[in-house]
């Protein structure tokens, strides 16, 4: 069984894994975790300059929560995401944008046709981050602007106890980067760098994640890709008991349970 989550470990960054995973439950990630990153998009609109009739690409949409936000601001609208169940929800939520299946490191469109494209907490499931940074380049226009968000520093994410709960709860180390990989202090600009893009604007900003009770904290944390992998090879009723366990003391006296989050977000402009 640990091997079959090292071969998906290997492959993770591939867009049929990564589809697959997060199709399972797309309402409860949806209805449970992503708005917690309304701050992140906000500021990565900004920074890039997001305004009606931007024609912007949304690499990672998701559920489409960042997209509706971009659409309300007259952005004309396409998403790419590798999972169905989520691209599902997108549609129905934006119906007048363009959604589709696809992989970050071979994006469906030609050279230069958006103004803006965003990756908001995407491009660390790529295989390869700087081939997917490379390819949000090759489709922004030559003026255009590329914005990528992810996970802050680890000490400033306090969901971080979570993630290595998980991790504690496998029977083998998975093989990987880990989801902060890209979070060292520079690391993301370098990466802009590296794609041969000018960075333009960096900023941090906060994202608490909350939840209103412990079965909304599990559900939402199987939501997510990596923690449906993670179920493959260990016990669901023991993986609930061990993170329930690691969150208690984030609970309040409502019940509800709440982690201070810091996502990184930095702009970068086209050649």
């Known amino acids: 069984m ?69 659409r309300h601001r007259g952005a004309v609208v396409t998403g790419l995401d590798a999972s169905e169940g989520l691209l599902e929800l997108a549609r129905r939520r934006v119906p007048d944008g363009v959604f589709m299946s696809g992989d970050l490191e071979a994006l469906p469109f030609p050279d230069g046709v958006f103004d803006v494209v965003i990756a908001a907490s995407s491009i660390q499931y790529a295989g390869e981050p700087l081939s997917a940074v490379r ?71 906060d994202c608490p994640f909350s939840f209103v009770d412990m079965d909304a904290f599990w559900r939402g944390c199987i939501s997510a890709g990596p923690v449906q992998a993670a179920l493959n090879v260990v016990d669901a009723d023991e993986l609930r008991r061990r993170l329930e366990a690691t969150a208690a003391p984030y609970q309040r006296s409502d019940g509800s349970i709440r982690f201070e989050v810091a996502f990184q977000h930095v702009a970068a402009a086209n050649h």
């Not at 500021?43 to 990672?60: C, E, K, Q, Y």
């Not at 083998?172 to 890209?182: K, R, T």
Request: glycine share 12%; net charge negative; with cysteine.
């Open 2 to 70: 640990a091997n079959n989550l090292h071969r998906e470990a290997a492959t993770i960054g591939t867009a049929g894994v990564q589809g697959e995973l997060w199709g399972r439950a797309p309402s409860d990630w949806a209805n449970l975790q992503e708005a917690f990153s309304v701050p992140l998009w906000l500021a990565m609109f900004d920074a890039a300059g997001v305004r009606s009739g931007s024609r912007l690409l949304d690499a990672g949409c998701g559920a489409g929560g960042a997209s509706v936000m971009a």
């Open 135 to 205: 390819e949000l380049a090759r489709v922004a226009a030559p003026d255009g602007r590329i914005s990528v968000g992810l996970f802050g520093p680890p000490e400033k994410v306090e969901y971080r106890v979570v993630l290595a709960a998980i991790r504690d709860a496998l029977p083998e180390p998975p093989s990987g980067p880990g989801p902060f990989a890209l979070s060292e202090s520079g690391r993301l600009e370098q990466l802009m760098l590296d794609a041969d893009l000018t960075v333009v604007a960096s900023g941090e900003v």
